[in-house]
């Protein structure tokens, strides 16, 4: 599964629903919140993604909202014209402007229920399906699970949904616990920075350990860089967990 796919994708427009871009809200210089707002309802589960276009090229982008959320929010990262198409123009169109959107969201990246524990590891943008997981199970008042969230950065600025990860945690005391950790923490950007460092996928054999969590109730979930998944994968597996990822490449 990929949440940015590579590549232009020219599509039958005719097959494609309409939406608005209502919101965007530029964090840092490349990571951005955006809303989309579609002509009709949009049904999804937690943890997928939804294809969105413009002028006939797509990409594909996990979703932050829950489903009982009208519109639409997206998280990504905006990179160099030259390294994407649709990405750096989300950035740049006027709100209103309208957008396309594939009728079906997809993937499987979804809570598993048959775990009662779920270890959720993330690079920057790839913490977009936690979000709509915990918004959704908190939301529909579900009790008995617990969630543990690893997100990495360079920088502190890129934790972009803390406060919000804070107040669920505040509200969930002993059933949702929140690591962000810089891996860049002698950097002008993380002069006030006190919490963990170092890259996430380090972080994890050691977070197991202290939680003790085990295999057998705990499914690990890594959403991100590749390059970190596969090192986390290495981990889980050396300590017989299973593994659920989410890839992203770059747009």
């Known amino acids: ?16 629903l309409s939406a608005s871009l209502v919101h965007r809200e530029r964090v840092t210089d490349d990571l951005v919140i955006i809303k989309i707002r579609p002509d009709i309802p949009i049904r999804f589960k937690p943890g997928q993604y939804c294809t969105v276009g413009y002028k ?31 990405t750096p123009l989300l950035a740049t169109l006027d709100l209103g402007s309208q957008l396309t959107l594939r ?24 913490i977009a399906p936690y979000i709509s997981i915990l918004r959704d199970y908190f ?5 008995g699970d617990e969630f543990h969230v690893l997100q990495g950065s360079s920088y502190m600025d890129e934790f972009v949904y803390n406060r919000e990860m804070a107040n669920i945690v505040s509200d969930n ?3 949702v616990f929140y690591v962000p950790t810089v891996s860049r923490p002698n950097e002008a950007r993380n002069i006030s920075w006190n919490g963990s460092i170092g890259r996430v996928n380090n972080i994890v054999e050691g977070y197991i350990e202290d939680m003790k969590l085990n295999p057998q109730s705990t499914l690990l979930y890594t959403c991100g860089h590749p390059g970190m998944i596969n090192s986390v994968k290495e981990t889980a597996r050396s300590n017989g967990f299973n593994v659920k990822e989410e890839r992203f490449w770059k747009d």
């Open 1 to 16: 599964m990929l949440c940015c796919w590579k590549g232009e994708i020219i599509v039958n427009q005719a097959r494609l």
């Open 56 to 86: 006939g090229v797509e990409r594909a982008y996990s979703i932050v909202s829950a489903p009982h959320e009208y519109e639409l929010e997206l998280f990504v990262e905006i990179l160099p014209q030259s390294e994407g198409v649709l």
């Open 103 to 126: 009728p079906r969201c997809k993937g499987i990246f979804t809570l598993d229920r048959k775990y009662s524990s779920h270890l959720m590891i993330s690079t920057v943008t790839g």
């Open 139 to 143: 939301y529909l008042g579900k009790t």
């Open 173 to 175: 005391l002993g059933s």
